[in-house]
């Protein structure tokens, strides 16, 4: 019998706890505020990050600890490290918490990204527009996620706005990439260094958060060796165990590397009913140091995310092969408050479910891209 310990209480907590338990683990999840969601499911430790009276308590109770978030301090990861086994390990966190960190490693495993330079102050803000040109975006090298701690430029006029929109965090600037397309690859690598990956997602953003994923992505099978074998070196640079995300663009049939999530991931969300194996399961398999489960993808699977506030859940759970997932949070602008996942065996039987679920919720502008794509891989 195992304890997981889970710094974070959020939803990706939450699901990790309800996909461990049918294996007999135990979960404790630590969260700062007393009403987080994984709460709902798991005993709670409510503390600070920075408590460590607390976490040196939750550390006894657990066998192996992890995370639902990034932005945990590296150093409270370092000093829970010695104390008890930590996945990923913290050098892992602490690469991906500073995009400067996480695009450098991209560059020397081979993953080219899009252009960028370092911003640390308004001069060199002016600097690195000549060397990247317009349109491009500032980004916080620390604690930026779902389009947070962003600005994007379109006119040397912006610079000063920029600078100041992002309090004068160290920061870069990164060339706005016109791409065709945005893929991730989710995959899970064991302690024996084993790697599985899910096929290839699809994923469309709104306001710089996931709005959809459609899995296995189609026309992707050409990118599909090249993309794995960047997860694959990248898990191995960073000596990886768990479950992680690799964002990527795909521009003139080339993939560039975004940013890396070193945790279970939304555009693996569909897993959960759309593989043999979901992303969380193999996660806590993974830390556990148990066999992997199977990755392959169970036909045709589309999950569309609720921000803000759940629509209306009866059009959703009245459809065959739909599935419903309320995170237990209350409403707010820009939060994930749940998903929903959506299987069919085949494209046009998507495509049909889609376009019921779209119009039953008024959500005609969020399933559209995802039909078009369907149908365009149809057409081809
Ligand atoms: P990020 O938090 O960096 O993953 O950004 C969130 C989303 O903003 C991405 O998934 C893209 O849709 C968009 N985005 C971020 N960086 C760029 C870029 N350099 N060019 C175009 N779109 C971007």
């Not at 990706?12 to 499911?41: H, I, K, N, T």
């Not at 074998?229 to 768990?242: C, F, N, P, S, T």
């Not at 995310?305 to 995170?327: K, S």
Request: glycine share 8%.
């Amino acid at each position: 019998m195992h304890t997981i310990g889970i710094l974070g209480g959020g939803q990706l907590a939450r699901m990790l706890a309800l996909a461990g338990a049918p294996l007999g683990l135990r979960f404790v999840v630590v969260d700062s505020v007393a009403d987080a969601c994984a709460g709902q499911v798991a005993p709670l430790v409510q503390a600070d990050w920075r408590d460590f009276n607390a976490l040196a308590d939750f550390a006894r109770r657990i066998d192996v600890a992890t995370f639902d978030f990034e932005n945990v301090p590296a150093d409270t990861a370092r000093w829970l490290s010695e104390r008890t086994r930590v996945f990923p390990n913290p050098r892992a966190l602490a690469t991906s918490q500073d995009r400067l960190a996480e695009k450098t490693l991209f560059q020397r495993i081979g993953l080219d990204t899009p252009a960028f330079a370092v911003v640390d102050s308004c001069e060199d803000l002016h600097r690195a527009l000549e060397q990247v040109g317009l349109p491009a975006i500032l980004k916080t090298r620390r604690l930026g996620y779902d389009g947070k701690g962003q600005y994007r430029l379109r006119s040397p006029a912006d610079v000063g706005p920029a600078w100041q929109a992002l309090g004068g965090a160290p920061a870069i600037l990164e060339a706005f990439v016109p791409f065709e397309r945005e893929l991730s690859v989710v995959a899970v690598r064991g302690q024996d260094g084993e790697l599985r990956s899910y096929p290839l997602t699809r994923n469309w953003h709104a306001d710089g958060i996931l709005s959809a994923s459609l899995a296995p992505a189609p026309d992707s099978d050409a990118l599909m060796p090249l993309a794995l074998a960047h997860a694959q070196r990248l898990a191995e640079e960073l000596d990886y165990v768990g479950t992680f995300a690799l964002e990527l663009f795909v521009r003139e049939g080339r993939l560039l590397g975004n940013e890396m999530a070193p945790r279970v991931h939304n555009s693996g969300h569909w897993t959960i009913e759309g593989a043999a194996a979901s992303q969380f399961e193999n996660h806590v398999r993974a830390v556990c140091g148990l066999p992997l489960g199977d990755t392959r993808a169970l036909g045709v699977s589309v999950m569309l995310n609720w921000i803000g506030d759940l629509p209306p859940a009866h059009a959703v759970l009245a459809e065959p092969r739909a599935h419903w997932h309320d995170y237990g949070k209350s409403p707010r602008a820009g939060r994930k408050v749940g998903h929903a996942t959506l299987r069919a065996d085949t494209a046009p039987e998507m495509v049909e479910r889609l376009t019921r679920i779209g119009c039953a919720l008024g959500r005609e502008a969020q399933v559209a891209p995802v039909i078009a794509a369907l149908q365009a891989a149809g057409a081809a």
